[in-house]
């Protein structure tokens, strides 16, 4: 079993950086491929980035350029670095750990609770 914990959310204006942190607990995330998520009210959660166990990344078109996802296992720890942030990226972010590189959200076992970001 797997804890989750994301932290950094917040309110930031239009063009701003946040940092999103997701610690884990019960397992090292090594044994993982783990992603960022992020869901709007009446929306489908949505992939935003992975990185695989090895540190490969993908992102979303909407965010490449300007998020970054990366692992610190040592840390036991995934973050997420958010540039240039636009209203469009309000949402709650998630972190996921699974067993397979894709952005469908079912396909991971584990999640955090989510923290809130707000762009205006």
């Known amino acids: 079993q797997v804890q989750l914990v994301e932290s950094g959310g917040g309110s930031v204006q239009v063009g701003g950086s946040l940092t999103l942190s997701c610690v884990a607990s019960?397992?090292?995330?090594?044994?993982?491929?783990m992603g960022w998520f992020r869901q709007i009210p009446d929306r489908e959660r949505e992939g935003v980035a992975i990185?695989?166990?090895?540190?490969?990344?993908i992102y979303t078109d909407s965010v490449k350029g300007r998020f970054t996802i990366s692992r610190d296992n040592a840390k036991n720890t995934v973050y997420l670095h958010m540039n240039s942030l636009k209203p469009e990226d309000t949402a709650v972010y998630y972190c996921?750990?699974?067993?397979?590189?894709?952005?469908?959200?079912?396909?991971?076992?584990?999640w955090g609770q989510g923290t809130q970001v707000t762009v205006s």
């Open positions: 990185i695989e166990r090895e540190g490969s990344t």
């Open positions: 019960g397992d090292t995330i090594g044994r993982y491929c």
């Open positions: 996921a750990a699974g067993l397979r590189r894709t952005y469908d959200p079912y396909e991971y076992i584990y």
